[in-house]
């Protein structure tokens, strides 16, 4: 899976005239946050300067909880719903998780073998052709012939890992500083 950072999803049910909830989430095609918002990079805020913002995430980012707390760090991630969905795992608030490479394991290839001969032409008479890993000499007696022997080939690849991003576009993730007050549920 590739790098995460579990929020919480709402539908808005209401007008938005007022304003936007304190810490709502939004995307942002532009870099700079508008005013009343702040981008999601994991910065640290004080405690007295944005209180409200406080009362609703408190240090669930990071933070002391005595002077300051922190952001949501969604920078080369994907935001994804806290709370689980029908089979799928359960994604706790704040959670984060994924990799950025994944290098497979043997038992997660499909099953494949790798067919492989060597075709021998003799002419007529005794020839040693070669020695099988098994130490059994191959050999030619007679007329001209040929012989198609059977080869195991070596294991190839390595253990590296190969990207695990689907195709994406970066864009600017901002909290909402200022704004209303979500009601609890």
Same mark, same amino acid.
């Given at each position: 899976m590739q790098p995460y950072?579990?929020?919480n999803a709402i539908i808005a049910l209401s007008d938005e005239a007022d304003g936007p909830f304190i810490g709502e989430v939004r995307v942002l095609a532009g870099a700079a946050a508008p005013d009343g918002w702040a981008r999601c990079d994991g910065q640290g805020l004080a405690i007295d300067e944005f209180?409200?913002?406080y009362s609703v995430i408190?240090?669930?980012?990071?933070?002391d909880g005595r002077? *300051?707390?922190a952001l949501p760090d969604l920078r080369? &991630?994907?935001?994804?719903a806290a709370g689980r969905g029908p089979e799928l795992t359960t994604r706790w608030l704040a959670e984060s998780g994924g990799e950025m490479t994944v290098a497979l394991r043997e038992d997660q290839v499909p099953t494949h073998e790798h067919d492989a001969s060597i &075709?021998? *032409?003799?002419?007529?008479?005794? &020839? #040693?052709?070669? *020695? #099988?890993? *098994?130490?059994?000499a191959i050999s030619a007696i007679g007329a001209a012939s040929q012989h198609a022997v059977p080869v195991v080939t070596e294991r190839i690849g390595g253990s590296d890992g190969h990207s695990n991003?689907?195709?994406y576009m970066a864009l600017t993730y901002i909290i909402a500083c200022r704004g209303r007050l979500p009601e609890p549920d």
């Open positions: 950072l579990a929020l209180g409200d913002l408190g240090t669930t980012y990071g933070g002077k *300051a707390f080369g &991630r994907v935001a994804i &075709r021998v *032409a003799t002419a007529p008479g005794t &020839r #040693s052709l070669m *020695a #099988s890993s *098994a130490g059994v991003l689907q195709p």
